[in-house]
């Protein structure tokens, strides 16, 4: 990849940030205009000057403009995207410390934090804002890195669809890759778990002479990748790789956010700390006080007595089964699952659900509400386990509100209640609910 000064004389003086909405608020800020489906940025760029912008990527021509503001910097390139990236792939390069990559189906964003909690202990650490882990997302990461100051940091890299992941790997330059499992999140796009573990390997193709690779043995196929089997797909090429495997059994940890992929994702964090002769002591110190992140497990209490484990953000069968197993596992008086759609799992969408709920059955679980119409298989996979003699009291709703008010009345002081579901199925506006009485 081409770094912007090369491709397009980018010059980032005075830029202090990227912004990619014209509506915000901006200070000396670079805006890049994006062409979606619905909309062209483009058509909001004297907006973006008036909020800030000094300086403007632009795929129309710009000579009006310029005209218009000659204080604003603007640079006519061929794709905003791609000039995007090579803004990123420019700003990585001035970035002298080591970088790690976090990718997988499910956890990424738990591991990036349980990782940058660990070397923070005695380390400067940049790590990834929210999810900006896209095409757009982990350019604008490399640009925030190479100005935090720090001397390492923690990047995720996310992808959805064929020859995503070679292109910001190509960005990131990653040393050292952390992949966490192979789900089938994206296997609508993808087709096969193979197909998938194919393309998340793509995340050395940026790598620059060695790159120190990180598998989690418990998974099935990151457990089969080997020096030969990366040489035969091409990941070796001008590179070598060191590969490394981590569990969960591999440190003794206490941790305060329960399951086994939590310690899976803590021992990838010890493992990376001792990789950077980072302070081990302080690393392990930093992950029995990490709590979870709201949305991604995290666990909480109410003044009225309920336990609430918010996993609302995403859900996949492989995240869905964890969830249900932490809840499984605490001590409380009822154990609620509140479990809605599983989306963008392709045609065999129907039959994860079921899985999820013959899984389900032979978990301590009093109370199952269903939220959705994929949602109801997982009952129908539940009754399908259950033995004669035992029954479940489960709730099937089309209806959110319904669900919302059916469940506010029916909770009591010692339940311990999951939520969990994709996160267009709006599981999170119902955790606020009880965030609100929070202890």
Known sequence: MKSAAESFGFRDEGIEEIVLDSRKTMHQALFVPIIGERSDGHDYI????QNGAVAVLSSRPVAALQQRYPEVRFYEV??????????????????????????????????RTMVAAALAASRKVFQTAGNANSQVGVPITMFQMAHSGADCAVIELGMSMPGEMTRIAHVACVDYAIMTNIGIAHIEQLKTQENILHEKLHILDGAEGHCELLLNSEDPLLSAVDTAMLEKLGHLVDKDVTIHRYSAKDYSLNL????????????????????????????????????????????????????????????????????????????????????????????????????????????????????????????????????????????????????????????????????KGSNSMRLSEIVKDFRKDQR
Do not use: W
């Not at 004297?46 to 000057?49: G, H, L, N, S, T």
């Not at 035992?390 to 029916?410: E, G, P, V």
């Open 46 to 49: 004297e907006m973006a000057i």
């Open 78 to 111: 061929e794709n905003t995207i791609t000039a995007l990236q090579e803004i990123g792939y420019m700003e990585r390069q001035r970035f002298h410390g080591p970088v790690i990559g976090v990718t997988g189906s499910v956890g990424k964003t738990t591991t």
């Open 256 to 419: 305060r956010v329960k399951g086994n992929h939590m310690l899976q994702n803590a021992s990838a964090a010890m493992h990376i700390a001792e990789l950077l002769q980072a302070d081990t002591d302080g690393a392990k110190k930093a992950l029995e006080a990490f709590t979870g992140l709201a949305g991604r497990g995290e666990t909480f209490h109410t003044t009225t007595g309920l336990t609430i484990i918010d996993d609302a953000y995403n859900a996949s069968p492989v995240s869905m089964k964890a969830g249900l197993e932490v809840l499984a596992q605490l001590k409380g008086s009822r154990h609620i699952a509140v479990l809605a759609d599983m989306l963008e799992l392709g045609e065999r969408s129907p039959e994860f659900h079921r899985e999820v709920g013959r899984f389900l059955a032979a978990l301590p679980i009093d109370q199952i509400y269903l939220y959705g119409p994929l949602a109801e298989e997982i009952g129908n996979g539940l009754c399908e386990c259950l033995p004669e003699n035992q029954s479940r009291s489960i709730f099937r709703f089309r209806d959110f509100d319904a669900l919302r008010k059916t469940l506010m009345t029916n909770v009591h002081e010692g339940d311990v209640l999951l939520f």
